[in-house]
């Protein structure tokens, strides 16, 4: 109360802000997965402070844990993991920017437009970045389909999962970190050759609509995301319309990054 951070959640959480179901309709349109789960500053309050264990043994397994404290550490990508038992919580320590401050690193594959979302933040830091969801015409290949639903992978490539169908693959997401490119790119070349192979279509076609991939998938995605920085300017009234500009920017800057490798 004394830091009324009450009112500032109601004003500023975009979890609560997103229940605007307009602008929950254009975050949908980049990230069909999205779920806006705390619906009121209260519940924001609570979710800044557990952590959820999915990945945890034991009794812990599927609970969510309160962690005193540990809105005090911001996040950075190189910051410090943590742990926890049913008892304590251990941070590993971490100065990412050289200076005093101990960050922690919140964990899962967290892109710059996932953090805004989940958080209220930009982090200029996150290497990672994911695609919208786009039908991809390829010629004399098909088509690559992306379906953009949320990962849960517990793999650092953050697999996709992968179907090929009659007119070429499926995958239900497409993710990957700019600092190992080489992961979404191996994985698209797979996925490609192996469409190719089951429907019949020669080696040269699929290695053609392969070199031709990384540029369809970066246009889809820069045309998207500047449909949702153009709507967003619509939306200045919101708080929210000023944070999630920037970030929608930094998504593309990694995805070029991950697909000029």
Known sequence: NAADKMHELQNQAPRVLLRDAELASQVAQLNPGYNPDARTAADAVIRTRYYASQYAQGDLAGKNCLMPLIDFLNHHSSGGTYRHDSASLFVNIAYPEGTEECFADYGGYRDPLDLALAHGFIDTHSPY???????????????????????????????????????????????GDARAPHYLLETLKLVMMASGKQRGIATGVTERALADLPAAILSVNQQKHGQFRAYLETRLELPLAGMLSPASLCQIANLERLLAA
């Open 129 to 175: 970045s994911r695609s919208v969801p786009a039908q991809i015409e390829l010629a004399g290949f098909g088509q690559l389909e992306i379906l953009g639903k949320r990962a849960d992978s517990k793999h650092k490539a953050d697999l996709p999962k992968v179907e090929l169908g009659g007119n070429g693959p499926v995958l239900s997401h497409l993710s």
